[in-house]
């Protein structure tokens, strides 16, 4: 058995009162498309936010492609190869989208404490910043401001985003959220894509994406596991068709 | 190159001139006054690289003026007249100060930020009041630094192209970390510190490093205030002129390269016209110059939101 690209161990997070994540271990294998799937407010986002370093768990351990991370910082985890997209989507408005992706290609290129050299002229860091915008199919947007780009193409920005930084693993907290059929069907392309060359921990509530990329999900609910298996199990599970797919199931 | 530009350097190369001008018209107040402009062009133009770029409102950028003037007053007091040796250490002393002040202000955000680097200076502030061996509250007279040989600081035109000279230099310095690497790390983090975050940077080194840089040429200011004067007090620290230097950044146009310097150049030109004729209108009254100023400037906020940077690129579309 292959060692988990990511995993878990018992993690638990309060916010006051409130569990939102209750003992949960769950694993990501190298390659693997792991959903992640559950009601509103179930803490799929809270879970996602212990995984980057942004919220610190109450308690339990999260490893990372062989070390423990559970205490490093967020800028640490990305070098290690952690990218994230958000739920709500997060690009540099007044920046333009070429900008928006030598930023993420300038951060994993090590530190930028170089105060003199004028980036505009950088032409690896440009030529790099322009094959991934091409990747996700923004290549003719590229001089265009993030906040003039459609909501789709900025999430397909997003996700330039974080592959410049070349990460083993994406955590992608609702990637087709807002989006039409049409758009929702490019970002499952471009998922289906990447899926050899990283891991990823999808967070969807369309089940047709889900069931579409997924080779395992977990089921999510109050901030605890409820079911983890195969898209075939998922749908025979009862409970889960109860608690989360409605009777019909999906 | 853009017109913006020729407007820019036509300032700079009138600036360049002005002692000949100065000289040739005998007004040698005007010197004085052009000084003045250069040397709070200097800290602005660094102020404006943290508050502009990086989007930190620090009001406590002139403590950095009383530090690189104290370490001046205080080495010279202690008969080290140097200037080679003075300038380093000041300029060593403000960079400490700026990462000790970054390194727990920067923890904080917004309004925290504002009143942490406010409460810093405030503390030099009275550090200085209660140097009691060093003049306290009254101030310090002092002798100018030395550069043996090579200038002599006392001469007003020799100073004044010091100041010019360095002010070229900072501006050059700061127009090409605009652009640079960090300079773009720097903007990022200001748009959106969470996406900076989770691209890989650790925002907070970033900033604090602006910080170091920027308290360095504040201090180099402080240390031509100093010089220039020849002469040190808390009053060169006081809020008022964090304030003022907040004012000038904001009246330039936050975040335009050459905003400080137009904004500098407003400043005192109309502290220079509003005071005497306020004080003609009614002696006394002229102390009370930003009475009038501040309406102006509530003005300007108003109608022109990028400051006369933003007027100036108007112009030219
Ligand atoms: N910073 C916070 N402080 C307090 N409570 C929070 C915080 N963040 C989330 N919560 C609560 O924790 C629970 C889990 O929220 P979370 O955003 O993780 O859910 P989610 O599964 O991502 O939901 P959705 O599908 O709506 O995105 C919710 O009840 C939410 O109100
Ligand atoms: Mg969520």
Redesign the interface.
Same mark, same amino acid.
């Given at each position: 058995m292959v060692e988990p690209l990511l995993s878990t161990d018992r993690l638990v997070k309060h916010f006051g009162g409130l569990l939102a994540t209750d003992d949960v271990s769950i694993d990501v294998r190298p390659g693997e498309i792991h959903a992640l799937i559950g009601p509103n407010g179930a803490g799929k986002t809270t879970l996602v936010g212990q995984l980057?370093g !942004?919220l610190a768990p109450d308690s339990g351990t999260i490893r990372f492609a062989g070390r423990d991370i559970t205490r490093l910082?967020? &800028?640490?985890r990305?070098?290690l190869g952690l990218g994230?997209s =958000?739920q709500i989507t997060?690009? !540099?408005?007044? =920046?333009s989208a070429l900008?928006n992706v *030598?930023?993420?290609v300038? *951060? &994993?290129q090590g530190h930028? =404490?170089? =105060? !003199?050299?004028?980036?505009?002229r950088?032409r690896a860091l440009r030529t790099a910043a322009q094959g991934g915008l091409d990747a996700v199919g923004l290549g003719a947007r590229a001089a265009m401001p993030a906040a003039a780009l459609s909501h789709g193409e900025q999430r397909q920005l997003e996700i330039a985003?974080a592959l410049a930084?070349e990460p083993k693993l994406l955590l992608l907290d609702e990637p087709t959220a807002g989006m039409g059929v049409e758009e929702s069907q490019r970002m499952v392309e471009t998922l289906r894509g990447l899926k050899r060359s990283c891991g990823m921990l999808l967070i969807e509530h369309d089940m047709d994406a889900v069931f579409a990329l997924a080779d395992r999900i977990t089921v999510l609910v109050y901030g605890r596991v409820l079911f983890c298996g195969t898209p075939d199990e998922i749908r025979r599970h009862p409970e889960v068709r109860q608690a989360y797919l409605g009777e019909d199931g999906a | 190159m853009q017109p913006r530009n020729m407007i820019a350097l036509l300032l700079l190369a009138l600036l360049a001139v002005l002692p000949l001008l100065t000289q040739a018209f005998d007004q040698r107040y005007l010197l004085s006054v052009g000084t003045r402009i250069v040397i709070w062009s200097i800290a602005a133009v660094s102020l404006n690289m943290i508050l502009g770029y990086g989007g930190l409102v620090s009001f406590g950028h002139a403590a950095f003026f009383g530090i690189g003037g104290y370490a001046v007053g205080i080495l010279s007091a202690e008969g080290i007249q140097n200037g080679w040796l003075q300038w380093p250490v000041a300029l060593a002393a403000s960079m400490l100060w700026a990462a000790l002040v970054g390194a727990l202000s920067l923890r904080t955000r917004g309004v925290y930020f504002i009143m942490i680097t406010l409460a810093f200076a405030q503390l030099v502030y009275y550090l200085a009041s209660g140097l009691e061996g060093y003049g306290g509250d009254d101030g310090l007279n002092i002798s100018r630094s030395r550069f043996a040989g090579l200038l002599d600081l006392r001469d007003k035109a020799t100073f004044y192209w010091l100041c010019f000279a360095l002010l070229c230099g900072t501006l050059w310095?700061c127009g090409?970390?605009a652009?640079?690497?960090?300079?773009?790390?720097l903007r990022?983090a200001r +748009?959106?510190e969470?996406?900076?975050? +989770?691209?890989?940077?650790?925002?907070f080194r970033?900033r604090l490093?602006a910080c170091v840089i920027a308290g360095a040429f504040g201090g180099l200011a402080g240390i031509l205030i100093a010089n220039e004067g020849a002469y040190v007090s808390p009053a060169m620290m006081s809020w008022v002129k964090s304030g003022d230097l907040i004012v000038i950044v904001v009246l330039g146009g936050i975040g335009a390269l050459f905003g400080p310097l137009y904004g500098a150049i407003v400043f005192f030109a109309l502290e220079e016209t509003l005071k005497p004729f306020l004080d003609l209108l009614h002696k006394g009254w002229g102390e009370y110059w930003q009475i009038v100023f501040g309406p102006l400037l509530v003005l300007i906020a108003l109608h022109a939101r990028g400051g006369m940077a933003s007027l100036l690129r108007r112009r030219d579309g």
């Open positions: 980057t !942004l910082p967020t &800028h640490a990305v070098r994230r =958000f997060s690009v !540099l408005r007044e =920046f900008d *030598a930023l993420a300038q *951060a &994993h930028s =404490f170089r =105060f !003199l050299a004028d980036v505009r950088d985003m930084g | 310095f090409r970390l652009n640079s690497r960090f300079g773009t790390v990022g +748009a959106n969470l996406r900076m975050t +989770a691209l890989g940077f650790p925002v970033y490093v």
